[in-house]
């Protein structure tokens, strides 16, 4: 609904689902939904994956400074994300060290800020840098859970660590891994901080977010349009975790 005017907020007029429907046919705001589905569909698998694997390095493999390597990772977790940006920007610039450190090994240096795809990639290698130490956090609380005398009955049973993990670490990590999952869905269907502050959602868009794109919009004093970008992302964060719930869930 619209206000007809300010000093009489009441006097509205309601335009049903007519803001919903302009905003899901603005190309603009297409282009930030698929932005944003591409940083989950990256950053998730890649968050946990690593996070699972530092988490199995810390519950047995690593015999010595487990804490030390423990607080290294999750360091990232808890650093200032605008003074890691600003230190990002300077790292992955045209005549940054990585592109210095690429060239001396003979490697083409991309242009990670300035290429639509490089700058993708280096918005996701931000958010993955950010998030492994909480996923490998309580990755770790689950498998320090787990009873020691299955894997001893496995091991006596002739199970190899592969099968070990496959067969009772993966079912019995099912809760904590419906909660990882759901948490690092939604924070990076809200994803924020990497694009704006890298990127400010360029070049040509590639990098802007649904969140960027709700904040520019109100920034821009479309309000209603925030508005309505808003709601959407909250409703396909609540069916994303619903479905997610379902699929995940522990079964008994």
């Known amino acids: 609904m619209t206000a007809r ?7 509205v007029n309601f335009t ?3 803001g919903f429907v302009k905003i899901l046919g603005n190309s603009a705001f297409q282009q930030a939904f698929l932005n944003t589905l591409l940083f ?3 950053c998730v698998p890649l968050s946990m994956g690593l996070g699972f694997a530092l988490a199995l390095l810390l519950n ?8 030390f390597f423990r607080a290294a990772v999750y360091v990232p977790v ?3 994300i605008v003074a890691v940006a600003v230190i990002w920007q300077y790292a992955f610039s045209i005549t940054g060290p990585v592109n210095t450190t690429l060239t001396d090994l003979g490697i083409p240096a991309p242009n990670w800020l300035g290429e639509p795809e490089w700058a993708v990639t280096t918005v996701v290698l931000l958010g993955v840098w950010r998030t492994t ?13 787990i009873p020691e005398e299955i894997y001893e009955a496995a091991a006596t049973d002739g199970a190899g660590a592969w099968r070990r993990i496959w067969s009772i670490t ?9 909660l990882v999952t759901v948490l ?17 959602g360029g070049p040509l868009n590639s990098t802007k977010s649904m969140a960027l794109w709700v904040y520019e919009q109100f920034g821009f004093g479309n309000v209603s349009a925030s508005m309505v970008g808003s709601v959407l992302l909250l409703l396909l964060v609540g069916i994303v975790a619903i479905v997610q719930f379902r699929l995940l869930r522990p079964k008994h």
């Open 60 to 67: 047995k493999g690593i015999r010595r400074l487990k804490t």
């Open 40 to 42: 989950v569909v990256l």
């Open 170 to 178: 993966l079912p019995l990590l099912r809760p904590t891994t419906l």
């Open 5 to 11: 005017d300010i000093r009489d907020p009441l006097n």
């Open 184 to 200: 690092m869905t939604v924070m990076f269907l809200n994803i924020f901080e990497e694009p704006y502050l890298l990127t400010k």
């Open 16 to 18: 049903g689902f007519e």
């Open 78 to 80: 808890i650093t200032n």
């Open 133 to 145: 130490g909480t996923c490998m956090i309580l990755f770790l609380a689950g498998l320090q859970a």
